[in-house]
């Protein structure tokens, strides 16, 4: 079980941006494929982005063009950065491997106020 600590979420306006860090407990970054995922309330927990050890990089469409995964294999953290946010992305952000082990850490927050 690899241990993964999201951070970086908070309260942003409509347009504004973020950057969200998943930092690992060992390393794992250059060998796992990592994923973030979120949850908005009321929804399912859906996959937003993704990087696979070889550095390639998938995004749902709703983030197509707004949101950049990246990795740092040196700090063991993976980052989200996400721009042009709008109210729809309010949610609690989690990273995990892709496919995702089955314990979740605690997310990190984000409500984009319109």
């Known amino acids: 079980q690899v241990q993964l600590v999201e951070s970086g979420g908070g309260l942003v306006q409509a347009g504004g941006s973020l950057r969200l860090s998943c930092a690992a407990s060992?390393?794992?970054?250059?060998?796992?494929?990592i994923g973030w995922y979120r949850q908005a309330p009321g929804k399912q927990r859906e996959l937003v982005a993704s990087?696979?050890?070889?550095?390639?990089?998938n995004y749902a469409d709703s983030v197509e063009g707004r949101f950049t995964i990246s990795r740092d294999n040196a700090k063991n953290t993976v980052y989200l950065q996400m721009n042009s946010l709008n109210p729809e992305d309010t949610a609690v952000y989690y990273c995990?491997?892709?496919?995702?082990?089955?314990?979740w850490g605690q997310g990190t927050h984000v409500t984009v106020s319109s």
């Open positions: 060992r390393r794992i970054i250059s060998i796992f494929n």
């Open positions: 995990n491997l892709n496919p995702p082990q089955r314990n």
């Open positions: 990087i696979t050890s070889g550095s390639s990089t």
